[in-house]
T-cell receptor, first 116, second 109 residues
Framework: NAGVMQNPRHLVRRRGQEARLRCSPM?????VYWYRQLPEEGLKFMVY????????ESGMPKERFSAEFPKEGPSILRIQQVVRGDSAAYFC??????????????FGPGTRLTVT | GENVEQHPSTLSVQEGDSAVIKCTYS??????FPWYKQELGKRPQLIID?????GEKKDQRIAVTLNKTAKHFSLHITETQPEDSAVYFC????????FGAGTRLTVKP
């Protein structure tokens, strides 16, 4: 059972370009969470999604950032018109359906975004 | 929403000593409290967790305690080893999961 997959692992973008980060949850997991981690800092919650639904996006900036988790395919975090302050590690985590009351979140390896 | 505070931000101990990291949370509805270990450049790894119907849980050298009344929980690492050096994050889950700011633990050989 493959773990949470993220790609790309490293992404370099110039200011003003778009960044697309992908996350494939663990098999059997239907909940995806995105976190941002600045150097030497903690994990900041951004958004929580289930298939085709955004459950909680309270941690996501209102502009330039969007996330989706389509019925088929990976979850995507999209950052438009990137700025230097967007440079960070972006981690995705997945967890099983909550009907089983399983809350464990398992993290992917992260995507390190560098904006030049 | 949930607010999690974690202390200390850095902790240095001698190999073989114990290390204790403490967290407090604000949402009384929170019922799941995991701890993650993150080594430099790596992903956070779940090392232990506890649910609100349990006061203490132990796994070898790692233990976690939970005081629901006071809304705080702690991670205890005994007989620390250099490979325990990492950043440790606590988290609390009610309606959503919120993480503490992290504790950088250094174990000196």
């Amino acid at each position: 059972n493959a773990g949470v997959m993220q790609n790309p692992r490293h992404l370099v973008r110039r200011r003003g370009q778009e960044a697309r980060l992908r996350c494939s949850p663990m098999k059997g997991h239907s909940h995806v969470y995105w976190y941002r981690q600045l150097p030497e800092e903690g994990l900041k919650f951004m958004v929580y999604l289930q298939k085709e639904n955004i459950i909680d996006e309270s941690g996501m900036p209102k502009e330039r950032f969007s996330a989706e988790f389509p019925k088929e395919g990976p979850s995507i975090l999209r950052i438009q018109q990137v700025v230097r302050g967007d440079s960070a590690a972006y981690f995705c985590a997945s967890s099983p359906t909550q009907r089983g009351a399983s809350y464990e979140q398992y993290f992917g390896p992260g995507t390190r975004l560098t904006v030049t | 929403g949930e607010n999690v505070e974690q202390h200390p931000s850095t902790l240095s101990v001698q190999e073989g000593d114990s290390a204790v990291i403490k967290c407090t949370y604000s949402d009384s509805a929170s019922n799941y409290f995991p701890w993650y270990k993150q080594e430099l450049g790596k992903r956070p790894q779940l090392i232990i967790d506890i649910r609100s119907n349990v006061g203490e849980k132990k796994d070898q050298r790692i233990a976690v305690t939970l005081n629901k009344t006071a809304k705080h929980f702690s991670l205890h690492i005994t007989e620390t080893q250099p490979e325990d050096s990492a950043v440790y994050f606590c988290a609390a889950r009610g309606n959503d999961m919120r993480f503490g700011a992290g504790t950088r633990l250094t174990v000196k050989p």
